[in-house]
């Protein structure tokens, strides 16, 4: 081989090395790799039982929480800016271990200010934030919030990859509920339920009432009341209540979810997520007919005295 060619031989293996030293951290390039970092890379999809095919979620922030086997916090990480791609992931160092990984999207713009985590007391039971403010709701401002958990995940510094891989289903666990009239009279809408926070975990907190009051906002349907609420699914109350504006009295009081969501058979609270409420007015002499509609489904139909 000639002296040049020995030369640029030297120079590329040179140039590796450095790239090596740079980038790879001391102890990596060995076979045990016992001394390279270890972690958890995650990433996300959302399908529900209703959908054929995976999609990648539009999420605005991304926040993921990892819980070792007695479901205490050992780190968190949080994305402002989480890319659109499906090759996106979001990494978190940790020690060797089997973990589970709790992910929460949409916090940034929610409800409320979450609780900050703390490594090694948090827990999945913990509150992660609170939706009353003296019994009423906050104003979410129709921001949506997603939710999801991993499999059990075990990171070994001893088996390659030196970072697990795991991937998480995020749902959606906010719905939004319009709720307008066809008709006189001037009304009030609210939906009462039984419960304000909700957990690291993903578990809603019963026992704190709460009243969601309808946001205004330009519409064409100037009728209509708008309301964003967490988890409508079965095992926790939510009343909506109906009052004349005018004197208070109730023109309708029932169970959101089984007296009127779920009495349409086309509704799926595992898979919907948006809801119209449509009340038909109607006034005959000294009586009113109440008819209401569920996405367009006929639910109920009664008549009133004035």
């Known amino acids: 081989m000639s002296a040049t060619r020995r030369h640029r031989k030297g120079i590329v293996l040179g140039g590796v090395m450095l790239l090596l030293c740079l980038f790879v951290p001391w102890g990596c390039i060995f076979d045990d790799f016992l ?18 095919r995976r999609s990648r979620p ?27 791609n499906e090759d996106y992931a979001l990494s978190v160092q940790v020690g060797e271990g089997v973990y589970t990984v709790i992910a929460w999207a949409g916090l940034n713009s929610g409800p409320d200010e979450p609780e900050t985590p703390v490594n090694g007391t948090t827990t999945k039971a913990d509150v992660l934030f609170r939706l009353r403010e003296g019994g009423i709701a906050a104003d979410t401002g129709g921001s949506r919030l997603w939710f999801g958990e991993s499999s059990s995940v075990e990171v070994s510094g001893t088996k390659r990859p030196v970072f697990a891989d795991t991937e998480i289903n995020l749902m959606e666990v906010t719905s939004r509920v319009s ?25 809603i907190v019963p026992g704190s009432p709460v009243r969601y009051t309808a946001v205004s906002s330009p519409s064409r349907v100037e009728s209509e009341n708008r ?15 109906v009052s004349d504006s005018r004197d ?8 959101l979810l089984e007296t009127l969501l779920l009495k349409n ?7 919907d997520r948006d809801f119209e409420i449509v009340f038909e007015v109607r006034e005959f002499g000294t009586y009113i007919g109440l008819k209401i509609y569920v996405n367009g489904w006929p639910v109920h139909s009664y008549s009133l005295n004035l």
């Open 35 to 52: 001394d390279c970092p270890t972690g958890i890379r995650v990433r996300f999809y959302s399908q529900s039982p209703c959908e054929g």
């Open 58 to 84: 539009a999420v605005s922030d991304l926040n993921i929480y990892v819980f070792d086997g007695d479901d205490r916090l050992v780190a968190w990480q949080q994305d402002d800016a989480p890319e659109s």
């Open 179 to 203: 709720v307008r009239f066809d008709g006189p009279g001037d009304y009030e809408v609210a939906v009462e339920s039984n419960h304000g926070a909700i957990t690291f975990g993903g578990d």
């Open 227 to 241: 309301f964003t609420i967490l988890r409508p699914d079965g095992g926790y109350e939510y009343t909506l209540v």
């Open 248 to 255: 208070g009295a109730e023109l309708f009081r029932g169970d």
């Open 265 to 271: 058979p086309t509704v799926d609270l595992a898979c």
